[in-house]
Every structure is written in C-alpha cells, then in structure tokens.
C-alpha cells in the first residue's frame, strides 16, 4: 500500500510538474498557483521566503510550463472546472490538504471551484488580484467591453510574440522598455500559442460570479493600484460576494506584484499566514518534472 501511494504522488508530481520543498509532514503547507501565461517559476521571489518554516508546494497548470503535455485536454480546459478538478486531483494525490492556497488572477477562480468541489483540502484562499468576470455587464463592471476581449484574441492568435509584448506592460503596470516587462513578456513567449488562445479565452470569457457565495473558507482578497487587468471594481465584487472575505490593500501597482513588488508581497502573505502550524527542520520532501 505505502509503496503504491508513493508511486500515486511520483505520477502526480510528474505530470503537474509539482515541487514540494521546505517544512515536515508536520508543518502547514503553502501552494503558489500561478495565473495565465506563467508557469511555477514566476514565484522565484516570493515562494523560497516561506520554504523555512511552511511546506511550499509550486505546480504548472496542464498546458503551461513543464507539465506533463498529455495532461492537456483542450475541450477540458475550455473550462475553469477542467483546471479545478486538475487541482483537486493534484492535492489528493499528493496527500496535502488542508493547505493554505495563494492563487494568482485566474487561479482565484480556479481556486474558488476546486474549495467548493472538496472544501476539506483547503485551509483558506489568498486571492491576488481575482476577477470572477471580465467582461463588463449590464450593472457590473469586468474592466473590459466584449469587443476589446475579442479584438485581444484575434491578436493573440494572429502574432503570438507580437501580443506578448504589447500585453506584458498592461500585465506588469511598468514601461515596455523596463527589465521586469520584458522579462515578463519573455515569460508570455515561452507558451504554446494554441494552448495559450484556449487559455485566454477561457480566462476573460468566465463568469463566476454566481459561485462566490458557495466558496465555504476564509479568503483575502489582494487588491494593488492600478490594476487594469482586475480594476477595483471587479476586485471589490469579489471582496463583497465571498462569505468570509478580508481585502488588503497593497502600494503595489499593476497586475503582478509577486513579479513587480515582490518584498511588500511577502510581507504581506507572511502577515496572512502567521507562523507556522507546526514548526520542523527544513527539508525537501518531493521534486516534480
């Protein structure tokens, strides 16, 4: 049975590509989940300050970074559920809930359904910079008319590279010519443009905002200024649709501060997490991909 069990988390951590590092069996456990056209590696300023007291979980979402390509199924990743169901697979395999999740944009939702498929898996959601709907609507405000999404797409699928470039400023809320913008695009370059089409489009054409009053665990919700992939409004939606909601404000601006600010980042989920549940000598317990 132990030996089949290992075998069950060697295949998972494989085809998510997952690495778990830091912490005992004892600690509590962090997973960095990160949004559209990154991969695990987009947390590198941020994930290795909690690896000393927290067991820390990184993953990429199928279709993104080094996951496992057969993990990817274009008709269910059409869908938020597709990635929330890989989530909830990926946590029972690998035996880690409860865990504390720290969601990026999309994966706020992603986190939001995987909570209400198995809420015994997640100790609480930390939402940075969440949207449950991007598209304005009639008394909603997404940030974003149809036609611009739609105008978005067609460049993506057009001129791959050329979109990334244009995007990474709007993403980072920093200058084009700034290094962490160009790295950020660099970041964006690196998908399969097919898989990235499929993503965004299921990404800006969601709606979830009917199901933020199931979420059934305590969430913080992280707002910076000047978001204009999230603006306030889609933020504070958010904020005031979840049961047990705590918005914290950050001196960050844009869509990225685990990329563009990631100290005052830092700070501040080490003030949601608090300590450690348990504390124990740091080591690596399970490498992925």
Known sequence: MENARLMQQED????WNATIAGGT????????????????????????????????????????????????????????????EDLVSLLQALALGPVHLVAHSVSSMIGALASIRQPELFRQLVMIGPSACYLNKEGYDGGFEREAVEELLSCLEANFVGWANSFAPLATGQPIEAEVTRGFSRTLSRNDPEIASIF????????????????PV???????????????????????????????????????????HPAELVALLADILGPA?????????????
């Open 12 to 15: 998972a951590a494989r085809r």
């Open 25 to 84: 069996d004892r600690s509590g456990t962090v997973v960095f989940a990160h949004g559209f056209g990154c991969d695990q590696h987009i947390w590198k300023d941020v994930a290795p300050a909690f690896a000393g007291r927290w067991r820390v979980v990184l993953f990429d979402h199928a279709g993104c970074g080094q996951a496992d390509r057969t993990l990817y199924d274009r008709h269910r990743h059409a869908r938020l559920d597709g990635y929330a």
């Open 200 to 215: 965004a489009r299921t990404t800006m054409m969601s709606d979830c905002r009917a199901i933020l009053g199931e979420v």
């Open 218 to 260: 305590p969430v913080h919700v992280v707002q910076t200024r000047d978001d204009l992939i999230s603006p306030e409004a889609a933020v504070r939606h958010v904020h005031e649709n979840l049961p047990q909601s705590t918005l914290h404000r950050m001196q960050a601006t844009g869509h990225c501060p685990h990329v563009t």
């Open 277 to 289: 549940e348990a504390s124990g000598r740091p080591e690596v317990t399970g490498t992925g991909g």
